[in-house]
């Protein structure tokens, strides 16, 4: 017999209250759509100039694309880099430094290059720098998890224009990731020459170059007057350094920016009725999950973990945490993915959940710590949840640590369960399953090698059809066993004045800032 939460209503509505005096911005991943603009087109606009004014969350730790994972400092990326291919509208791949690539064997792809492309210091692109940047990508502990396969040893420079980019075995999402603004090619010369001074002056290929870094304040870019490809429709772009969620607004409604990332939650509704701006938004490729410790007791008994996932109710636990902006989540990773299979979510029934933890041998319920680390998502998710488990007689305490503490304390596996969502680097199962691979530290623990045997027989075929059956598998035995709870899938937004035109919303949260314009 279900039971619909009430006990814990009054908590929940307080928290709202709360949050919504609080005004705070969206959460940053703990480990990461369709678009509301009517406007936006992904084609390049027509030359106009002026100025590009961008207001970000937080000054970026670096631009080099292998030195940090932070998605704001990306967007940057796209004006300063170049990848061997894109994509078009339709997902198809297309050449852009690269004008062919073929795989001779599984474990071969063959890359030639365009010969009229020149770096912001005049120096020719060659294979010597694509090779230097696969190499550099995948000794980064930023990117080497979605750079795994490939073999620096036997990738072979055949001459300036052409390269045999080897695997370490099959990997299906290859071109996934050569695609990704993450496979940023980079300067060998320049790089190696001043390692220190490429994080903040990086020397890239693409249509703007950096000219001044002004800490805590800006960051200006000037457009490369030598660009191979079709120049942006900016002269110059700016990047505002604006910490506060509140005071972003504030710029974007007064004009002080063109583009505002991050809105806070409380401020949607206030540009979405402002006829002068517009909200750029969509479901993101992460996903919020609910992770037990499956090394130890109690959460190493899967009827434990039934019934914690059927106490809660996911409905109310979403609107209340993410404050109406998410969606719960039915899947192990986006529904917009290869091979997304509805698996939920589970059904709330407390009664159900009492009869579970009674044949656990765990009749009166038990007790113990939740940990997390000091936000408003994860306090108020660390609220609801210890009020639902209160429901079938499980007493919750809740430790508020800081990030450093927590991190080390999910890594060596001290966590008993927690709220974790980690970015997803590209939009593919191989990449939006990261938590699950056996040997990951975090605090998952499941130690299932029929897991790990789907999640390498998923990546390693190059047959579209094969890898959705793998998944699908996947899926299932994910489901059956309650190993983690699918949570929620976050919504994220940026704010845009209504004349700024081609800023469209990517699933990675990593807009192609190339094809914007203004007026």
Same mark, same amino acid.
């Given at each position: 017999?279900k039971?619909r939460?009430?006990?814990?209503?009054?908590l929940?509505l307080a928290?709202?209250?709360?949050?919504?005096l609080?005004a705070?911005?969206s959460?940053?991943a703990a480990?990461p759509?369709?678009?509301?603009?009517p406007?936006?087109?992904?084609?390049?606009?027509a030359v106009?100039?002026?100025?590009?004014?961008i207001?970000l969350p937080g000054?970026p730790q670096s631009l080099d694309?292998?030195?940090h994972?932070?998605?704001?400092?990306?967007m940057?990326a796209t004006?300063?880099f170049?990848?061997?291919?894109?994509?078009?509208?339709d997902g198809?791949?297309?050449?852009?430094?690269a004008?062919e690539?073929?795989?001779?064997?599984d474990?071969t792809l063959?890359v030639?290059l365009r010969?009229?492309?020149y770096f912001?210091?005049g120096?020719?692109?060659?294979?010597?720098?694509?090779?230097? +940047? *696969?190499?550099t990508?995948?000794a980064?502990s930023?990117?080497?998890?979605i750079f /795994?396969? %490939?073999d620096? !040893?036997? #990738?072979?420079?055949?001459d300036?224009q052409?390269?045999d980019?080897?695997?370490?075995y099959?990997y299906?999402? +290859? *071109?996934?990731v050569l695609?990704?603004?993450?496979?940023?090619?980079?300067?060998? /010369?320049a %790089?190696e020459? !001043?390692? #220190?001074?490429?994080?903040?002056?990086?020397?890239?290929?693409g249509?703007m170059?950096?000219e001044?870094?002004?800490s805590g304040d800006?960051i200006e870019?000037v457009?490369?007057e030598?660009?191979w490809g079709?120049?942006v429709a900016? !002269?110059?772009?700016t990047?505002?350094?604006?910490?506060?969620?509140s005071?972003?607004t504030?710029?974007l409604e007064?004009?002080g920016?063109d583009?505002?990332?991050?809105?806070a939650?409380?401020?949607?509704?206030r540009i979405?009725?402002?006829?002068d701006l517009?909200?750029?938004?969509g479901?993101?490729?992460?996903m919020a999950?609910?992770v037990f410790n499956?090394s130890?007791?109690?959460?190493?008994n899967?009827l434990v973990?039934q019934?914690l996932?059927?106490?809660?109710?996911l409905e109310?636990?979403?609107?209340?945490?993410w404050?109406?902006?998410a969606?719960?989540?039915e899947g192990?990773y986006?529904?917009?993915?290869?091979g997304f299979k509805?698996e939920?979510?589970?059904?709330?029934d407390v009664?159900?959940a009492k009869?579970?933890?009674?044949e656990a041998g765990y009749?009166d319920g038990f007790?113990?710590?939740y940990?997390?680390?000091?936000t408003?998502l994860?306090?108020?998710?660390?609220q609801?949840?210890?009020?639902?488990w209160?429901?079938?007689g499980?007493?919750?305490?809740?430790e508020?640590?800081?990030l450093?503490?927590?991190?080390d304390?999910?890594?060596s596996?001290?966590?008993?369960?927690a709220l974790?969502t980690?970015?997803?680097a590209?939009s593919?199962p191989?990449?939006?399953?990261?938590l699950w691979p056996?040997?990951?530290?975090?605090?998952?623990?499941h130690?299932?090698?029929?897991?790990?045997?789907?999640?390498?027989?998923?990546?390693a075929?190059y047959?579209e059809?094969?890898?959705?059956?793998?998944y699908?598998?996947l899926?299932?035995?994910?489901y059956s066993?309650?190993?983690?709870?699918p949570?929620?899938?976050p919504?994220?937004?940026?704010?845009?004045a209504?004349?700024v035109q081609?800023?469209n919303f990517?699933?990675?949260q990593?807009?192609d800032?190339?094809t914007?314009?203004?007026?």
């Amino acid at each position: 017999m279900k039971k619909r939460f009430g006990r814990a209503v009054a908590l929940l509505l307080a928290v709202v209250m709360v949050l919504a005096l609080a005004a705070c911005g969206s959460e940053p991943a703990a480990d990461p759509a369709e678009s509301s603009d009517p406007a936006t087109s992904g084609e390049t606009p027509a030359v106009t100039g002026g100025n590009l004014v961008i207001a970000l969350p937080g000054e970026p730790q670096s631009l080099d694309p292998y030195a940090h994972s932070m998605y704001y400092n990306f967007m940057a990326a796209t004006l300063i880099f170049d990848t061997l291919i894109s994509k078009d509208a339709d997902g198809n791949y297309i050449p852009e430094l690269a004008t062919e690539w073929e795989f001779t064997d599984d474990l071969t792809l063959n890359v030639v290059l365009r010969d009229d492309v020149y770096f912001h210091d005049g120096s020719q692109l060659t294979a010597d720098d694509v090779k230097f +940047t *696969l190499d550099t990508a995948a000794a980064s502990s930023f990117s080497s998890s979605i750079f /795994a396969w %490939y073999d620096p !040893d036997n #990738t072979t420079v055949i001459d300036p224009q052409t390269i045999d980019i080897k695997l370490k075995y099959a990997y299906a999402a +290859t *071109l996934e990731v050569l695609s990704s603004i993450r496979s940023a090619i980079v300067s060998k /010369a320049a %790089y190696e020459a !001043d390692p #220190t001074s490429y994080t903040r002056t990086p020397v890239g290929t693409g249509p703007m170059k950096v000219e001044n870094w002004y800490s805590g304040d800006r960051i200006e870019f000037v457009r490369n007057e030598d660009y191979w490809g079709e120049p942006v429709a900016f !002269d110059t772009c700016t990047f505002r350094i604006i910490v506060e969620a509140s005071t972003r607004t504030i710029e974007l409604e007064t004009g002080g920016v063109d583009i505002a990332v991050d809105m806070a939650y409380s401020d949607w509704s206030r540009i979405e009725s402002n006829p002068d701006l517009v909200l750029v938004s969509g479901r993101t490729d992460n996903m919020a999950s609910l992770v037990f410790n499956n090394s130890i007791e109690p959460f190493n008994n899967i009827l434990v973990r039934q019934a914690l996932a059927h106490a809660l109710d996911l409905e109310s636990l979403v609107q209340v945490c993410w404050e109406g902006t998410a969606e719960v989540a039915e899947g192990y990773y986006a529904s917009s993915m290869l091979g997304f299979k509805p698996e939920g979510p589970r059904e709330y029934d407390v009664e159900l959940a009492k009869e579970l933890l009674s044949e656990a041998g765990y009749p009166d319920g038990f007790s113990f710590t939740y940990t997390t680390y000091q936000t408003n998502l994860n306090q108020t998710f660390a609220q609801v949840v210890q009020s639902m488990w209160a429901e079938i007689g499980v007493d919750v305490n809740i430790e508020i640590v800081d990030l450093a503490t927590f991190t080390d304390m999910n890594n060596s596996g001290q966590l008993t369960a927690a709220l974790l969502t980690p970015s997803v680097a590209i939009s593919d199962p191989s990449a939006a399953l990261i938590l699950w691979p056996i040997d990951r530290t975090i605090s998952l623990r499941h130690n299932d090698q029929h897991i790990q045997d789907l999640l390498d027989a998923g990546s390693a075929t190059y047959d579209e059809a094969e890898r959705v059956a793998i998944y699908e598998e996947l899926q299932d035995y994910l489901y059956s066993m309650t190993y983690t709870v699918p949570v929620a899938y976050p919504t994220f937004a940026f704010g845009a004045a209504a004349d700024v035109q081609g800023f469209n919303f990517e699933t990675n949260q990593i807009p192609d800032l190339t094809t914007v314009s203004v007026g």
